[in-house]
């Protein structure tokens, strides 16, 4: 009868817990830093605002640079937040050129703060810290928060 009563309580006290939000953290893959010249031909589109290019090199995925103003780049986590341990966990730039996607879930994130706009997922993109010195950007693996 005890064992019973137990089992009862354990499932009573299983279904009254709000449902809790789980997803593996995107992993952390430390880099060298990189110093990148706007003036280059692979760098054209960071020379405007609102431009964007995707860098292959660094980070778990690659990264994302996008010129919020003439004077700051940002700089995204390509793997997406939500599952990034999937392998299709890829963000990119909407054909749009207003927001990040990653086609695989479904989920949209905000240029300006990496917030996500839509679909499951729940965290922001890691942001990395950036520096825009004059016509040099440069991307550390420092984490911005």
Not at 12 to 36: G, K, N, R, T
Not at 45 to 71: D, E, F, K, P, Q
Not at 91 to 117: I, R, T
């Amino acid at each position: 009868m005890r064992i019973k009563t137990f089992s009862v309580f354990l499932l009573l006290l299983s279904l009254s817990c709000e449902p809790q939000l789980v997803d593996d953290p995107i992993p952390f893959v430390p880099f060298d830093d990189l110093e990148a010249n706007l003036n280059l031909p692979e760098y054209f589109g960071l020379r405007t605002t609102g431009g964007h290019v995707a860098i292959n090199s660094i980070g778990v995925r690659g990264v994302i640079a996008y010129r919020l103003s003439a004077t700051e780049i940002i700089a995204y986590e390509r793997n997406c937040s939500y599952q990034p341990a999937s392998s299709c966990a890829t963000v990119g730039v909407h054909s749009s050129g207003l927001f990040l996607e990653d086609a695989c879930c479904n989920s949209n994130f905000n240029f300006s703060d990496g917030l996500p706009s839509g679909g499951p997922a729940w965290r922001p993109l890691r942001q990395y810290f950036t520096e825009l010195n004059g016509s040099i950007l440069t991307i550390t693996d420092e984490i911005e928060f």
